[in-house]
């Protein structure tokens, strides 16, 4: 069973930045999409960031132009980076990683907090 393991997060201030990898712990064949989600407490889970196969990526309006996602196909690696965070940031953020084969994986979440 694959496994996906989210590291980077912390205690940040805002203005700074912080990056954001998954990793999985074998090949996952056939990638079709590498997201980055978040859930604040009392909210519902979000997309943040996307990228699909050809590289193409998506981002929700409120992190435009302060997050990049990119991924290493080599590595099976997703990351995130995010730049001016803000305290609406604050959240547990999950990786998800889905292929052609129907397979769908998440990380356990990494914390992200931003204090004002």
């Known amino acids: 069973q694959v496994q996906l393991v989210e590291s980077g997060g912390g205690l940040v201030q805002a203005g700074g930045s912080l990056r954001l990898s998954c990793d999985a712990s074998?090949?996952?064949?056939?990638?079709?999409?590498m997201g980055w989600y978040r859930q604040a407490p009392g909210k519902q889970r979000e997309l943040v960031a996307s990228?699909?196969?050809?590289?193409?990526?998506n981002y929700q309006d409120s992190v435009k132009g302060r997050f990049t996602i990119s991924r290493d196909n080599a590595k099976n690696t997703v990351y995130l980076q995010m730049n001016s965070l803000k305290p609406e940031d604050t959240a547990v953020y999950y990786c998800?990683?889905?292929?052609?084969?129907?397979?769908?994986?998440w990380g356990q979440g990494t914390q992200v907090t931003v204090s004002s």
């Open positions: 998800n990683i889905n292929n052609q084969l129907g397979r769908n994986y």
């Open positions: 990228i699909d196969s050809r590289g193409g990526t």
């Open positions: 074998a090949s996952i064949p056939m990638i079709n999409f």
